[in-house]
């Protein structure tokens, strides 16, 4: 079973960035798709981002221009370089993977939150 472990998280000033990490356990390319949720207080996980193995990219409309996605295969890392920080995107953000393509996200890691302050 694969396991994934985030980190990176933190509080930063508005306009700021934050880098954030999801190590897995196995090896990255033999997940179908990883991606980003995040979940803020009082409000419904919300996708942030996705990355297929065959390199396709999908963000959510909030982030779109100020986030990117990516991996690095020989680390077996995933990555969400988070950049013009807004109060809006403070929330706790989870590493997913749907490893088969069944579009069924069965796999989660243990969440990091991020706090932008104004």
């Known amino acids: 079973q694969v396991h994934l472990a985030e980190s990176g998280g933190g509080l930063v000033q508005a306009g700021g960035s934050l880098e954030l990490s999801c190590l897995v356990s196995g090896r990255i390319l033999d997940l179908s798709t990883t991606g980003w949720y995040r979940q803020a207080p009082g409000k419904q996980r919300e996708m942030v981002a996705r990355l297929t193995v065959g390199e396709t990219t999908t963000y959510a409309d909030s982030v779109k221009g100020r986030f990117t996605i990516s991996r690095d295969n020989e680390k077996n890392t995933l990555y969400l370089q988070m950049n013009a920080l807004r109060p809006e995107d403070t929330a706790v953000y989870y590493c997913?993977?749907?490893?088969?393509?069944?579009?069924?996200?069965?796999?989660w890691g243990q969440g990091t939150p991020v706090t932008v302050s104004s």
């Open positions: 997913a993977a749907d490893p088969n393509g069944t579009k069924r996200w069965n796999i």
